[in-house]
């Protein structure tokens, strides 16, 4: 596949799927028009275009990624040809696909829209894809009857055309078109059934959360294009908004330093906001308000890991402007470090199956960020992964249990338990993807999350490695209590058989499944439990395979040849030299040179991020660090999950089963106890904080000020000068007026009527009025900008 | 002395339309008589196809004779007769808010006077006077339907949709 | 002659204009007024299509001029509707988006 001529330079591969990866948020984004104009009239209702879409999708995403590892194997077997005497040289660089087209220009910028094709963004897209298709399959049964099917589908699918488009955005703006696109959508999927109050209060909150970061994402996104537009033009040809541009720019030793930190902490506000992370996270776990497969969507796989995406894209930016090189601590591994423990912790007083799940994918997510804030880049895509399958099936297996087994309730404590007997599949599926969650040995999340915990170490970030653990001790405990809970002991509630009526369950959070409407389950209902049918549990036995063997795709402890995901995914931090590679000609050829650095080099660190590249040369990615795989810090890990998993089990048997005196009740007795029960069951008050004390103590005095402003001030002028208007009216009209013949008849009457017109209350809805204000703000606009320029 | 080498003839020309158009547009907007604001408007809008030729745009100038001062003028009149039976004085043409007008509109003045005699100043709009030439229809129409094809194309889809919303909005049923 | 003569001409019918939008209340005087800031836009634009010795302004001003046609279609049409369901054209009355 490689042939490279005697410069040294290799031709990497290219192929149909790479070149027209674009393809693949495209066919969603038409077949959510399709839903909408022609759906009701489908006979399936417009669901079989959307699985059909992402089919396609999945298909598309699996052949590029398919070159992509050709195009990956050409460079580097090509590189290790062209270098005889490097010995000990920076990763080679593959050049991803980038093509892209002007949709507006203006003034001579031009933005585009296209395509930006490397492993990073084909893991994302075949993970997207490969979920969202099966989430659609497993819909088809699990809404089956409702009474918005269609734009439920249309919603999905518009869903995964937008976090298709947002990974393979090659500059800013299209990655905002794709991130916008998923606010919109997430708020008409979570408040799917908005008749409930619950559900619509849950949108919106969850719509206004996200808001609240995605300021910051449209600063940061402003504060980089002014910053670096001017070098990307000079140097690379193109504009501040494109993506490896900024990288680049950020690696190129002659960016600002402090735009660098301030454009990486506003992106980053706006993946806290996104990803649910420590002081915005309340939204997620209420987002759970939606209809299953859309929590399984949304919530676990696509949409909250759009945040970690954005920092794993725009590395080199969070990497220098937070300075992740260094070992003290910074923004991002802060905020994830505390995400991590305050989500776990709550997870433990949850009634609710999804919301345990809620906070445990909060919990991950701070995994991921903790992981990227180390400069563990690779560990934590690799989690972003591995923990969308186990995550997605865990969901999926929730939906199962209230779909067939606890008659849509969604509550552990009253509605479920001894499950395992009923429902062996979807206990099976449950609990190997709680073994991989909890980072049990040979399944998915102990290759990814141990690898996390272990390179934080190993860059030096020492506490929160201690973090990394206690995390991992939490997951297991509450991941076996919500198993126990729902799938063993004594079966109550609607598990055991009775019927409360569903719509009356107390708490109304717990019952929003309950609006499926059930006209092909109410029949088999009264048999009480039982397994869910094929279009569930296959999706459930397809994700549970992924969950246990995903983590095998890059396995450390098994040597070099195992570690798929580093050779594929992660960018090389070679010096990359400007010239053909931005034009992104069709033909994608790809400029890969030996280093031209000094003999001593070698010695000294050479790559990416290290040193500045020289004149002509670009950097891409910053050199990272791979902790060595040592089975004893494996051990540890193991052990304490082991610990976790045992403890917590033991503890649930004794409270729940065997209703054990001195556990019961132990909340209720003990002071510090109690408290600590209180003030997680109030999610840290974090809620209150925000309705009680900032909106009351901002926006309430805001509002007051204006309306006491509007009531005295305004109305006062206006009231005033058409006081003073009548005087002058009344001067005018007796003084000045008499050459009209019979103005003083008219006069009087003019005034008269102006006397009326001044002492009438002079309030809006004249359109007069609303002209002067616009006319004079813009005066007003014009005159600044006039002292501001001089 | 800048006066010296400017156009004479053009100038004195230009300062009597000006003036007539700037008395004809204050009397658009204070007159209390709306058949006699129509007639006001006919004189800011010949005066204005006149600077058009002073500036050597012959078409537009045409244009504006033929569509302004021809067609829309009529539709005012119309317009007029359609909506009021009585054509005369009014007393209360104007707003209770009128004066709200002046400071908006001097404000606005003040800042364009002051941007514009800042940024041009004595700028002289053609360097000779052989300059100045007419410019060809032809021309124009090769502007028109050559790279400002587009805009032309939604200009007559928003005129045939001001056409048929017209008749919508005015027929009697 | 000097640029900065018919961009003030333009200026100072541009401010007559909007002070007519604002005082007037008779709906025809207000269209009235709008056509008085249209022709001052006009004679900017050409005044540039001089200065820049190209003929997109001529362009534009024919553009400008077939919109206010259009316009004012409109808009008359508007008024006679009002006042066929009111019998008054009197924009004071019409504070329906009175808050």
């Known amino acids: 596949m490689s042939d490279h001529d005697m410069t040294g330079m290799v031709v990497a591969s290219s192929g149909w799927f790479l070149e027209h990866a674009w393809l693949i948020p495209v066919i969603p984004a038409i077949a959510f028009v399709l839903i909408i104009f022609f759906g009701k009239k489908m006979p399936m209702k417009g669901s079989e275009l959307g699985v059909l879409s992402m089919l396609s999708s999945l298909v598309l995403s699996g052949g590029a990624a398919w070159q992509w590892i050709q195009r990956v194997n050409s460079v580097v077997d090509g590189a290790h040809e062209a270098v005889v005497e490097g010995a000990h040289h920076a990763a080679p660089y593959v050049q991803p696909v980038i093509h892209e087209w002007t949709w507006w220009q203006s003034g001579g910028f031009h933005f585009g829209i296209g395509q930006h094709i490397d492993g990073l963004a084909l893991t994302l897209l075949v993970v997207v894809a490969f979920i969202s298709s099966l989430v659609q399959i497993y819909s088809l049964e699990y809404l089956r009857g409702d009474r918005r099917y269609t734009h439920f589908f249309a919603a999905l699918t518009l869903f995964s055309a937008g976090m298709l488009c947002m990974v393979l955005a090659p500059n800013m703006v299209q990655l905002i078109l794709g991130w916008e696109i998923m606010g919109l959508c997430s708020f008409m999927l979570i408040g799917h059934w908005w008749e409930e109050e619950a559900n619509s209060r849950a949108a919106l909150k969850a719509f206004f959360t996200v808001r609240v970061g995605d300021m910051g994402l449209l600063i940061g996104t402003a504060i980089l294009f002014f910053s670096a537009n001017n070098w990307t033009q000079k140097n690379l040809g193109v504009s501040g908004f494109n993506i490896s541009g900024l990288s680049a720019w950020a690696m190129s030793g002659e960016a600002s330093h402090s735009a660098l930190t301030w454009g990486a902490v506003a992106l980053f506000v706006a993946c806290i906001g996104k990803s649910g992370q420590f002081p915005l996270h309340t939204w997620l776990p209420d987002a759970m308000a939606g209809p299953t497969p859309v929590s399984s969507l949304l919530h676990s796989s696509t949409m909250v890991v759009a945040g970690v995406f954005l920092v794993a894209r725009l590395y080199p930016v969070f990497w220098e402007g937070m300075k992740i090189g260094d070992t003290n601590i910074n923004f991002i591994v802060l905020i994830g470090g505390i995400t991590i423990v305050v989500a776990a912790l709550l997870a433990f007083v949850q009634h609710d199956i999804k919301k345990v799940l809620a906070y445990s994918t909060v919990s991950q997510l701070g995994y991921m960020m903790m992981g990227l804030g180390a400069g563990a880049w690779l560990p934590a895509v690799f989690h972003i992964f591995t923990h969308a399958f186990f995550k997605a099936c865990l969901f999926l297996s929730a939906g199962s249990v209230s779909h067939s087994g606890s008659h849509h309730s969604f509550d552990m404590k009253k509605d479920m338990g001894g499950l395992a007997k009923k429902m062996p599949i979807t206990a099976t599926t449950w609990i190997i993807s709680t073994l991989a969650l909890a980072g049990v040995f040979p399944l998915a999340g102990f290759f990814s999350k141990d690898e996390i915990i272990d390179n934080v170490g190993h860059n030096g970030y020492n506490a929160f490695m201690i973090v990394g653990l206690t995390g991992a001790f939490l997951t297991a405990a509450y991941m076996t209590r919500a198993t126990y809970l729902t799938f063993f002991g004594e079966a109550r509630g609607a598990a055991a058989g009775i019927h409360h009526d569903a719509h009356a369950v107390v708490d109304t959070h717990t019952s929003h499944d309950t609006h499926v409407a059930v006209d092909s389950h109410d029949a088999h209902a009264d048999q009480g439990p039982h397994e869910s049918p094929k279009l569930i549990t296959v999706p459930l036995m397809i994700l549970a395979a992924l969950a246990l063997t995903a983590g095998l795709s890059n396995a450390t402890p098994f040597g070099e040849s195992w570690e798929r995901f580093k050779k594929y995914v992660e960018p090389g931090s070679e010096y990359v030299m400007v010239g053909a590679e931005m034009g992104a000609t069709s033909d994608a050829k790809v400029v890969v040179t030996t280093p031209n650095m000094p003999s001593e080099a070698a010695v000294v660190e050479e790559g990416c991020a290290v040193v500045a590249p020289e004149a002509g040369m670009v950097c891409y990615f910053p050199t990272i660090h791979h902790a060595p795989f040592k089975w004893s810090k494996a051990a540890l890990s193991l052990i304490i999950v082991a610990l976790g998993l045992v403890s917590s089990w033991l503890f649930c048997v004794q409270y729940y089963t065997r209703r054990n005196r001195r556990l019961i009740g132990l909340t209720e007795r003990n002071k510090v106890l109690r408290s600590g029960y209180t003030f997680l069951w109030n999610k840290y008050y974090l809620d209150e904080l925000y309705e009680k004390v900032i909106v009351h103590s901002i926006a309430h005095p805001i509002a007051k000020a204006v309306y006491w402003v509007n009531q005295n001030i305004l109305d006062g002028i206006v009231n005033g000068a058409g006081k003073v208007s009548r005087r002058v009216a009344g001067w005018v009209y007796r003084n000045i007026d008499q050459r009209v013949v019979d103005g003083a008849v008219n006069g009087s009457g003019a005034a008269a009527r102006g006397t009326g017109g001044a002492l009438r209350p002079v309030q809006s809805g004249k359109v007069n009025q609303y002209g002067a204000l616009l006319f004079s703000a813009a005066a007003i606009g014009a005159l600044i900008l006039v002292i501001i320029n001089t | ?173 | ?99």
Request: glycine fraction near 8%; hydrophobic fraction near 60%; charge should be neutral.
């Open chain 3, 1 to 99: 002659m000097l640029t900065t003569q018919f961009l003030l001409l333009g200026a100072v019918l541009f401010c007559i204009g909007v002070y007519g939008v604002l005082a007037r209340k008779n709906a025809v005087m207000v269209l009235m007024s709008i056509e008085l800031i249209l022709n001052s836009v006009n004679i900017n634009l050409l005044a540039f299509s001089v200065r820049h010795g190209s003929v997109d302004g001529n362009t534009f001003a024919l553009y400008v001029i077939a919109i206010a046609a259009a316009e004012v279609g409109v808009g008359l049409a508007m008024v006679l509707l009002i006042y066929r369901n009111r019998r008054t054209i009197a924009l004071d009355d019409l504070s329906e988006m009175k808050g």
């Open chain 2, 1 to 173: 002395m800048i006066a010296a080498d400017l156009l004479v003839a053009q100038n004195v020309g230009f300062g009597i339309i000006s003036l007539l158009m700037i008395i004809g547009a204050v009397r658009v907007v204070t007159v209390s008589n709306v058949v006699h604001a129509a007639l006001w408007l006919v004189i800011v809008l010949s005066g204005a196809a006149a600077q058009y030729l002073l500036l050597s745009a012959e078409f537009v100038a045409i244009t504006q004779v033929l569509v302004y001062v021809g067609a829309v003028m009529v539709l005012f009149l119309f317009g007029t007769m359609l909506t009021r039976a009585r054509i005369g004085a009014e007393s209360d043409l104007n707003n209770k808010n009128w004066f709200l007008g002046i400071p908006v509109a001097l404000l606005m003045l003040g800042v364009m006077s002051y941007v514009i005699i800042d940024g041009f100043g004595s700028e002289r709009l053609i360097k000779n006077s052989g300059d100045m030439q007419p410019i060809p229809v032809q021309v124009i129409s090769d502007d028109i339907f050559g790279p400002y094809l587009l805009p032309f194309w939604a200009l007559s889809f928003v005129l045939l949709v001001a056409v048929i919303g017209a008749i919508v909005l005015a027929r009697k049923d």
